[in-house]
Every structure is written in structure tokens, then in C-alpha cells.
């Protein structure tokens, strides 16, 4: 009988293919897929950038000790990199380059880590189905590692240096993901910004100009992208593209340029505004989305109403908050004028709050427009299946199977229960009645 294997995802998007290169590594080895309680290996392919994906991973190990004694956890990727020493009760510890050798080491225990600076940018595995398990969006890792080194972020110390994937393996994975029926894309990474293509040093507006000619899913969609990169030209390269999905995720951080300066984030709060207005002049309904973090040391209440402030004036559609959480090895982590816990939370809650507003407003504009959308498996509330428009909202569909990843043409009906919903028109209701036709 084949021994079983079950795998944790924490984290990024990048994490996501981390994680389906491992699993395709394991399957060509001969092991099978399992369920947690019966997997003879769990692997753990953890975050670590905030303190709470640290308490995620303590807790997920307990969790498995208690439902599956037997199994080896292997805890493996950026926790194991950064911290190494902090194991949780795992039997294996893999670094980021380990972990793609996860097949190798399955009966090793102890830890395995090497240095940051001699990192290399794993091999593609072959595309032996379509979609990466329960999604409809395939994320396809293109560059990884930063050398920026902000002063709150561990990424640097957890991913190593930056390194990008040819250009040519680029655009024939692209290739086999449309022929294995892959209709959304996501171009991900650490920076994906420092993609360079290593032979020819061509950088990311470069490889986005060349998917324009090439066989590739119809849609492109990009991870989150730094601020300093979004200039004249790459607006107009997503602007004019046929691909490029109209939605755009910016690190913005924070909208005090105190803060900023502290952060080691080279931008502020005037060159931000300009990079939205640009934005939302060249590419109308774009869905812009900003990570900010509130609770940075010295944030006293002027700072915070300032980006918040900055926030409110600002044309975007939603923000991930996150409360400032202090990673040890990071310049952040011994800085003064801490931030009591309290005080975070009420910023969050504050921030989380303007966040509903501007999803609310944003959704609302849309409401009998006709958008395009690539439904999901999975079912809601047991009537209903999302799918993303191009500038990335959720609407919410009756449930029709034949839609699954399908690129379908839906009316924007309204709100309900906070979910923007939507039915297809009439021509896709046509086209469902003709398969039901054809399968009767």
C-alpha cells in the first residue's frame, strides 16, 4: 500500500505554489494524497510574518499530534528558514531550499537549513492536470526572495535573495496551463517587481509586453506589486494589455511619512496619491487594494490619523489591515515606543471599519453593470457559486456546475447579506440549456 501524505498551506500566494510543486514531487515518487488523521507525512509549509502565523503553526502542530499520533510532521519554508531553532515539536525542520528536496528527506529528522545567500529558484514540475486543488486561479510563482530589508519584515531573512524564473520557462508554463484549461493566471512572487529574467535581464514590463503575443490563460492577474514600480510606463502596458487583469494589490504600509521613513519604505504619502490618481485616470473601474500596518513603534495618534486620513481621501477599493507584529531579527523588533496591544486594536478595528466603506461604495458601482467572471467549484450557502470580475469582486451566482472555470459573461443584480450578487445573462443561460440538451 502507498504511504500517504497530507500538506499544510500557510500564508502568500507564493506559498501556494511552493506547496503544489512539493505535492507534484511526492505523487511522482510514488505516495498518495491523504487526509490529515490517516497521512503517514504532514507537511507544514508555514508562514512567518506576523506573530499570529506563529501561533497558527504551534496550534496546527498540536492539532495533528492529537488526531494523528503516528504521522511525521515536517515542518518546512519560511518559519524553518527564518527560525530554525523554533520547531514547535516537528521531527523535521527543511529551510526553503529543502523543502523542494522534501522526497529525499522523508525519512531524515532533525534540521535542515541553509544560508540565505545561495538559494536557488526551484525546478518547474510538469503539468500533469489543470487547477491547483480547490481553486480556479492557478498561482504561478515567477520570481522569489527581496533584498529590501524594511524595518518590521523577516521576508528577506525567510526567502533569501531575489532570483527570477527565464523568460522562455515563463511563457511555455503559461502555454501548458491554457492547453490544460487554466483560465486565470496569477503571476506571483516575493517582489515580483525585481523579476529579471536571468539570461537577458529583461525585466517585468518586458515579460508583460511578450504574454501579449503568446498563447497564455486569458487572464492575467498580478501579485502584490511595490509602490516605486508603477510608473507611467507599466500603467500603460496594463492599461492597453487584453490580459492583464484591471485590479492591482499595493504595499502601501502606512500613509504617515514619519512612519514611512521608519518603515525603510522610500516613498510618501504625495508620491502615493499621484500613483492612485494615475491609476484611476489611464484604467477607469480598476479595483486598487493596500495592505497597510497600524501599531508600527513611535505611531502615536497624529501619525495614525494621518494615514487614516490619507485612506478615507484616497479613490481605492478595499485594504488588508494588519496590527504591527515585532519578528525577532528584524531592525523593528528593538525599536522604542512600542504600541500598547489596546491601542492597536482599536486602529485595526478603526481601519477594518473604512475598509467596509470602501468595499461597500465600490461594489455598489457596479450594480447592472455586465462584468465577466471564472465561477468556482464551491459551493455558498448552499445556493450559490463565486467567481472574480476583473477588477476582482466576488459576485455571487446560482450554482450551475457546467459554469465551473469558465470565463461567463453575469448581470450585477445588487447587494445581499454584504455579497454582491449576480445572475448569468441571457445568452449564457442559452448556452446552459444547450449542454443540458446535449447530456439529456
Not at 86 to 98: H, K, P, V
Not at 175 to 189: A, P, Q
Amino acid at each position: 500500500m502507498s504511504m500517504k501524505f497530507f500538506i499544510h498551506t500557510t500564508g502568500c500566494k507564493a506559498n501556494q505554489w511552493d506547496s503544489y510543486v512539493m505535492k507534484e514531487k511526492l505523487k511522482d515518487t510514488g505516495l498518495v494524497l491523504g487526509t490529515l488523521s490517516h497521512a503517514d507525512f504532514i507537511i507544514i509549509n508555514a508562514c512567518t510574518v506576523t506573530e499570529g502565523a506563529e501561533r497558527d503553526i504551534r496550534r496546527f502542530i498540536n492539532r495533528c499530534r492529537r488526531v494523528n499520533g503516528e504521522g511525521k510532521i515536517i515542518l518546512a519554508g519560511c518559519h524553518s528558514q527564518a527560525y530554525p531553532g523554533s520547531t514547535f515539536g516537528a521531527d523535521t525542520i527543511l529551510g526553503q531550499n529543502e523543502k523542494f528536496d522534501v522526497e529525499k528527506l522523508l525519512g531524515a529528522n532533525g534540521c535542515f537549513v541553509k544560508s540565505r545567500e545561495i538559494f536557488s529558484l526551484e525546478r518547474m514540475p510538469a503539468i500533469t492536470g489543470g487547477l491547483q486543488e480547490g481553486k480556479t486561479r492557478f498561482f504561478f510563482k515567477i520570481q522569489d526572495g527581496c533584498d529590501k530589508f524594511c524595518s518590521y519584515c523577516i521576508v528577506p531573512y525567510a526567502r533569501g535573495v531575489p532570483r527570477s524564473r527565464p523568460a522562455g520557462e515563463v511563457l511555455e508554463f503559461l502555454r501548458e496551463l491554457k492547453e490544460n484549461g487554466v483560465k486565470e493566471v496569477v503571476l506571483t512572487g516575493i517582489e515580483i517587481s525585481a523579476y529579471h529574467d536571468p539570461a537577458t535581464g529583461s525585466d517585468l514590463k518586458e515579460l508583460l509586453r511578450t504574454l501579449e503575443d503568446h498563447e497564455t490563460p486569458e487572464r492575467i492577474r498580478l501579485s502584490s506589486i511595490d509602490p516605486l514600480y508603477i510608473d507611467n510606463d507599466f500603467i500603460d502596458i496594463v492599461a492597453s494589455s487584453k490580459k492583464i487583469t484591471k485590479s492591482l494589490h499595493i504595499p502601501l504600509q502606512s500613509g504617515s511619512d514619519r512612519i514611512l521613513a521608519l518603515m525603510k519604505r522610500n516613498y510618501t504619502q504625495a508620491y502615493m496619491k499621484k500613483v492612485v490618481e494615475r491609476l484611476n485616470d489611464k484604467i477607469p473601474d480598476i479595483g486598487i487594494g493596500m495592505d497597510v500596518i497600524t501599531g508600527f513603534p513611535t505611531e502615536d495618534e497624529r501619525a495614525f490619523e494621518e494615514t487614516y486620513g490619507f485612506l478615507e481621501s484616497i479613490d481605492v477599493y478595499y485594504l488588508h489591515v494588519f496590527p504591527f507584529s515585532a519578528r525577532a531579527g528584524t531592525i523593528a523588533y528593538s525599536m522604542d515606543g512600542r504600541v500598547p496591544e489596546g491601542v492597536k486594536k482599536e486602529r485595526v478595528h478603526k481601519l477594518k471599519g473604512l475598509d467596509t466603506k470602501k468595499r461597500q461604495a465600490f461594489y455598489q458601482r457596479f450594480t447592472g453593470a455586465e462584468v465577466l467572471i471564472v465561477p468556482e467549484g464551491k459551493l455558498y450557502k448552499g445556493l450559490y457559486m463565486r467567481g472574480y470580475t476583473d477588477n476582482y469582486i466576488p459576485v455571487y451566482i446560482p450554482c450551475e456546475k457546467t459554469l465551473e472555470n469558465k470565463l461567463v459573461k453575469v448581470g450585477i443584480t445588487g447587494m445581499n447579506d454584504g455579497l454582491v450578487m449576480g445572475e448569468a445573462v441571457n445568452g449564457e443561460k442559452q448556452e446552459k440549456q444547450k449542454v443540458r440538451g446535449l447530456e439529456g
